[in-house]
Structures are given as structure tokens and as C-alpha cells.
């Protein structure tokens, strides 16, 4: 038993090292007919518009809300894709194997977009899978999410391609929002009220978005919610293409470590 676990390790990790040496040679290799991207599809998925914002993407969902992921991607579609999306995901629902892969593949340069909702972060098991080392985020607490009753507006808070162009004036609003504390080297490039609504991050040679709004609540007279705000799409468009552009690390980081110390560039 012993050799037997022994043995699908290794061919784990034979298969983890294939895909991450991909991504090193994807600028060598000729260009796929689409980009691709990986959507974990959580609950609340559906009201975030993923298949709306990325018509040009070949998108791969594994469901992400039951007891397990299912149709999580082959290795090689992982490690092609232009980014990943963790939508309202419990890490519970991952193997050990499949965190490793992901773990992996954002070490090794890719790009992962997190966002809430009701059964994540906190909730999520994120801390206790090793997922929550990914996030640029301190230590993550139960019950993290709070409804906001009237709704809080966003508002940008830094100058970043990201946020560059997006019309804040009709204040797209959240009701129910994670409140997460960014580490001393992310950066938060949009906020909610007071707190922190879009943070970014690194993790070795990967970028990591996270999202703490949820597309749940009631608007009131007069109130956008966000999921359908004109510049919410293009929010999505925006942080994908910080998540897949390829830029150096920061001096210092390591693949397997947590995010190096320093200002995150934009």
C-alpha cells in the first residue's frame, strides 16, 4: 500500500512538473485558436456573467458545488490557460492532488481570479486546504461575510490599468461583502464603503485577483447592483488581462513560498 501511494505520488508530480514546464515554454509554442481559461463554478456563479465578459475565451467549468469538483481540467488544460477563475469555491470540494495542481500552476506563473460568496474563504475551508497561502490576504476568519443593509458603493482607490476607464458615477453597490484585511504587500486597486473590494497580489511567479463582493441582495430605489453595471464586464476583461500578462516577479519571491515582500506592481 505504502509503494502503491508512493508510486501515484511521484506520477503526480511527473504530470504537475510537465504542465508547469509548459507554461515556461508557452511563448515558444504557437498560439491556440482561443485563449482558454478554467472557471471553477461555484453557487453564485451565474450572476457574475463570466461567459458574457469572455466570448473570446475557450472556457473549461468544473463544477464547483457539490461534494466534489467535478470535470476538473487534464493537466495540460490547466497548465495552458490563460488564467483560472475560483468563483464561490470550498476547498473541501478539492483532493489533495487537484490543490497541489493549482497551487502549482499560479507558483509557476499563472494567473487565479478569487471571488465570494456565501460558501467561500472563510467558510471555504480555503485556510485549512493550503489554498488560503495563495491569496494576498491575512489569515482568513470564519464568517467573514456581512450584509451590508443599505448597500455600499465602489470606488477606485488607485491608479491601476485594471480600474482605468470604468465609470464610477452610478455607483454600482454590494450588499453582502467579505471583509478581508490585504497583507502588507498587496494592493488594493478598488474598494467598497471602507473596505477592500478588489486586492491583488503575487504568489512566486503567478498574480492573484481576489474579489470580496457577493452578487446577492436586494437594491433599493435608485440602487445598480454591481453584477449589473455597465462596467462590471469590463471590470471582468480588465483583471484578466493583469491576471495573464506575463511580468517578472518581484525580486526575491520563490514558487513555493508566499508572496515576496514589496509594493505590487500594476
Given amino acids: 500500500m505504502i509503494k502503491c501511494k508512493l508510486t501515484q505520488r511521484l506520477v503526480l508530480a511527473g504530470m504537475i512538473a510537465a504542465g508547469a514546464m509548459s507554461i515556461s515554454a508557452e511563448t515558444n509554442a504557437p498560439a491556440l485558436a482561443r485563449p482558454r481559461a478554467v472557471i471553477f463554478f461555484g453557487t453564485y456563479t451565474q450572476w457574475y456573467k463570466f461567459d458574457v465578459a469572455f466570448p473570446e475565451f475557450d472556457l473549461k467549468i468544473a463544477n464547483a458545488h457539490s461534494e466534489r469538483v467535478q470535470d476538473f481540467p487534464s493537466v495540460k488544460t490547466l497548465f495552458n490557460s490563460r488564467f483560472i477563475v475560483m468563483s464561490d469555491i470550498n476547498g473541501g470540494e478539492f483532493s489533495e492532488g487537484q490543490i497541489q495542481q493549482i497551487k502549482t500552476y499560479v507558483e509557476q506563473g499563472g494567473g487565479a481570479f478569487f471571488l465570494g460568496g456565501p460558501f467561500t474563504y472563510g467558510l471555504g475551508q480555503l485556510k485549512e486546504k493550503g489554498l488560503a497561502a495563495l491569496l494576498p490576504v491575512e489569515e482568513l476568519q470564519p464568517f467573514d461575510l456581512k450584509w451590508e443593509k443599505s448597500g455600499i458603493s465602489f470606488s477606485p482607490v488607485a491608479e491601476h490599468k485594471i480600474v482605468k476607464g470604468l465609470d464610477f458615477g452610478k455607483q454600482p453597490t454590494v450588499w453582502?461583502?467579505?471583509?478581508?484585511?490585504?497583507?502588507?504587500?498587496?494592493?488594493?486597486?478598488?474598494?467598497?464603503?471602507?473596505?477592500?473590494?478588489?486586492?491583488?497580489?503575487?504568489?512566486?511567479?503567478?498574480?492573484?485577483?481576489?474579489?470580496?463582493?457577493?452578487?446577492?441582495?436586494?437594491?433599493?430605489q435608485g440602487q445598480a447592483p454591481f453584477w449589473e453595471w455597465e462596467g462590471w464586464l469590463k471590470l471582468l476583461q480588465n483583471t484578466a488581462a493583469w491576471l495573464g500578462q506575463k511580468e517578472p516577479a518581484p525580486s526575491g519571491s520563490e514558487p513555493a513560498k508566499t508572496p515576496a515582500a514589496g509594493e505590487v506592481k500594476s
Fill in 176 to 220: 453582502w461583502i467579505h471583509r478581508l484585511k490585504p497583507r502588507a504587500d498587496a494592493q488594493v486597486v478598488m474598494k467598497a464603503g471602507d473596505y477592500p473590494a478588489l486586492i491583488l497580489g503575487r504568489c512566486g511567479k503567478g498574480k492573484i485577483a481576489v474579489f470580496t463582493g457577493t452578487p446577492m441582495g436586494q437594491p433599493g
